[in-house]
C-alpha cells in the first residue's frame, strides 16, 4: 500500500477538522504530502455525507469549514518551513536538500534553487502565485524565509494562496458529490478529456522550453 495510501486509509477513518488540519500542514511544509487527496475528499463528504467512501469516525458536514481548516493547515505548514528557513541559513537548507534525508521529503538542490528563481523573479507576490504552482507551492516558504521577508505580508499572501488553492479543490469535490451518476455514465469521456488536457500542457512546457533553448544560443 505504501505510506501515502496507509496515511489516506487512516484519513477517511477519521476524517474531522483536526486530521484535516493535520495533513494540510504536514502537507505544506517540508514533509511531502499530496494535498488533492485531503481537501477533495473532505468536501466530497460534506456533499453526500452518505457516501460509500465513509468508514468510520467523524466527517466534515461543511465545505466552509473544511476550506477553513484546510488553509489553517496549510499556512502553519508554511509557517514552518519560513522559520526553519530563516534561522538555519541557506547553508544548512541546501546541505539538508543534498543529504539522503532530504532526499527521501522528495527535496532536493534543484527544486530548491528552482523556487528561489521563482521568488527572487516575481518578489514578495511569489509566496502568493507559487501556492497556486505544483512543484513551486510547498517550497516558495524556504526562499521567503532566506530572504528574510516581512512576517506580515508572507502571512498575508500565504493565507490568500492556499485559500484559493483549497477552494478550488474543495469545488472540484463537492460539485463531484452531487454528480457521481454524470461522473459514472461519462467516465471514459472524462479520462480522455483528461489525458488530452494533459497532454496539451505537456506540450506546451516542451514547446516553451525548447523556445527557451533556442533563445539562449542566439
Known amino acids: 500500500m505504501g505510506f501515502v495510501g496507509s496515511i489516506i486509509t487512516w484519513y477517511l477513518a477519521h476524517m474531522n477538522y483536526a486530521s484535516i488540519t493535520a495533513l494540510m500542514t504536514i502537507e505544506s511544509s517540508f514533509i511531502p504530502f499530496p494535498s488533492e487527496v485531503v481537501i477533495p475528499p473532505a468536501a ?23 476550506v477553513l481548516f484546510g488553509t489553517l493547515g496549510a499556512m502553519l505548514g508554511a509557517v514552518i518551513n519560513y522559520l526553519l ?13 543534498d543529504s539522503k534525508f532530504g532526499h ?17 523573479d516575481h518578489g514578495k507576490i511569489s509566496t502568493f502565485i507559487g501556492r497556486l504552482i505544483p512543484g513551486i507551492r510547498q517550497l ?28 478550488i479543490l474543495a469545488v472540484i469535490g463537492y460539485i463531484a458529490a452531487g454528480q457521481m451518476d454524470t ?36
Open 183 to 218: 461522473i459514472k455514465k461519462y467516465s471514459h469521456e472524462l479520462s480522455v478529456a483528461i489525458l488530452a488536457l494533459f497532454g496539451a500542457v505537456l506540450l506546451f512546457f516542451i514547446v516553451k522550453k525548447i523556445i527557451s533553448a533556442l533563445s539562449k544560443r542566439k
Open 140 to 167: 516558495i516558504s524556504i526562499p521567503a524565509g532566506l530572504s528574510k521577508m516581512p512576517f506580515g505580508p508572507f502571512l498575508l499572501f500565504t493565507f490568500l494562496g492556499a485559500l484559493v488553492w483549497n477552494s
Open 44 to 66: 466530497f463528504l460534506a456533499g453526500d455525507p452518505e457516501s460509500v467512501l465513509c468508514v468510520t469516525g467523524t466527517y466534515p458536514v461543511d465545505v466552509l469549514f473544511v
Open 85 to 97: 528557513s530563516m534561522w538555519l541559513g541557506r547553508v544548512i537548507i541546501y546541505k539538508f536538500a
Open 104 to 120: 527521501l521529503c522528495l527535496i532536493n538542490r534543484e527544486k530548491v534553487e528552482k523556487a528561489e528563481r521563482y521568488f527572487n
